[in-house]
């Protein structure tokens, strides 16, 4: 008999909301048109557009006519990082970036340099947090365009001091873009920045639907081609009846957050407290108090991560992680070797609305038989 599987991934995708499965739904309908077009089914297209793009601007706290649709958060990561720097070439073509931004920031900066340009990577603390210090003088460095500061790590749960990096920002004159993935629909977004992206499979929304916000004021110029769609931000036809599930979703997601970061935040101090005591050799990593409420990391010594992942899914639980040989560059987590923390047997765990208190007991009760039987296997006993 295979156990009911438990999903603990949220923080590369949300199971799809309920809300969100509705508007999709009723959006292909109605939402299969153009909406640049002026025939009847056009304006009803276009009609859902604005209505989402209201929706979702409102639910954020910005303007409607500042946030634009893309095909994924990675596009709006790239047009945040490349257009913010196109937009200021005249300031310089300097990067200050933290050492833990998301892979896809981390590739624009290497587009970006390829092409002539300068990135500086900014120390993080063992907890995953910039180091101030180091972020003030980086900025205020003469010729940086842009900084980007990632608002919560994706990998560790971090929640980066965005007000106080984006002051220091202002003080030099350089624009903040925050890459909001694992905040939007989940926490208050922070204040102080002028660009900002998210994803809606994050929050729960379908996969393929990113939102690049640019402030009034901000410079910013599209590094692709010309296309007059979404404010010229983002080239081609977006996918209306995704973004019509998007936003609802957003704002349903938004709504529930508080309560849902009530019910989430003990269970994940249930499995920081009990992984630390249960499992030995084993280090809980990300800073235990500023931290998203539904994400925790640990690293376990003496395992190959991909054998505790597959060790785990063949117990039906399906978690991430940032260890070495979970990907085909056989190299640890960025993120996890700039905090200087142990990347081997890394496991990432993160809640969402439908994880039940069952679900995190059965995890906890079946992790460490697993670990120890790994260690096992390995040769590595008496621990």
């Known amino acids: 008999m295979s156990a009911n599987p438990v999903y603990l991934d949220a923080a590369t995708a949300a199971p799809l909301h309920p809300v969100a499965r509705q508007a999709l739904l009723a ?3 109605d939402g299969w048109a153009d909406p640049a077009r002026l025939y009847g089914q056009a304006r009803r297209a276009r009609q859902l557009l604005d209505a989402a793009r209201e929706a979702a601007a409102q639910t954020l706290g910005v303007r409607a006519d500042e946030l634009s649709f893309t095909p994924s958060g990675t596009a709006a990561a790239h047009a945040a990082v490349l257009g913010g720097l196109s937009g200021r070439r005249r300031a310089g073509a300097a990067l200050v970036h933290s050492a833990i931004e998301h892979s896809a920031v981390l590739h624009a900066a290497e587009r970006h340099v ?36 990632i608002g919560a790590s994706h990998e ?3 929640v980066q001091p965005v007000p106080a990096a984006a002051e220091l920002c202002a003080e030099a004159g350089v624009p903040l873009y925050v890459d909001a993935a694992q905040l939007a629909g989940r926490a208050p977004l922070p204040a102080g920045w002028s660009v900002l992206s998210a994803s809606a499979h994050k929050w729960g929304g379908p996969p393929g639907v990113g939102l690049l916000v640019v402030r009034k004021g901000t410079r910013w110029e599209s590094p692709f081609p010309a296309d007059e769609r979404e404010s010229g931000r983002t080239p081609g036809v977006v996918n209306l009846p995704a973004v019509v599930a998007a936003a609802a979703s957003l704002r349903a997601a938004a ?9 989430l935040g003990p269970l994940v101090d249930r ?12 280090e809980v990593v990300g800073d235990p108090v500023d931290r998203l409420p539904h994400l925790v990391t640990f690293s376990c010594l003496y395992v190959d991560g991909e054998a505790l992942l597959h060790a785990l899914d063949r117990r039906a639980f399906a978690v991430s992680s940032g260890s070495s040989c979970t990907s ?4 640890p987590s960025h993120v996890l070797e700039a905090m200087g923390v142990l990347s081997h047997g890394n496991v990432r765990v993160s809640l969402h609305r439908e994880t039940t208190e069952a679900d995190v007991d059965r995890f906890l009760a ?3 038989g697993i670990v120890a039987d790994l260690r096992a296997e390995a040769g590595v006993t008496g621990l």
């Open 27 to 29: 959006a292909l309908d």
């Open 271 to 282: 499995i920081r407290a009990r992984v630390a005591a249960e499992v030995p050799d084993v």
């Open 114 to 149: 390829a092409g002539g340009g300068d990135a500086v990577g900014v120390p993080v603390d063992r907890l995953g947090r910039v180091d101030l210090d180091a972020w003030a003088a980086a900025v205020a460095a003469p010729g940086v365009a842009l900084a980007a500061l």
């Open 328 to 331: 085909s560059t056989l190299r």
């Open 156 to 158: 560790v749960g971090t």
């Open 366 to 368: 079946e992790l460490p």
């Open 255 to 263: 709504a529930d957050a508080a309560a849902e970061a009530a019910r």
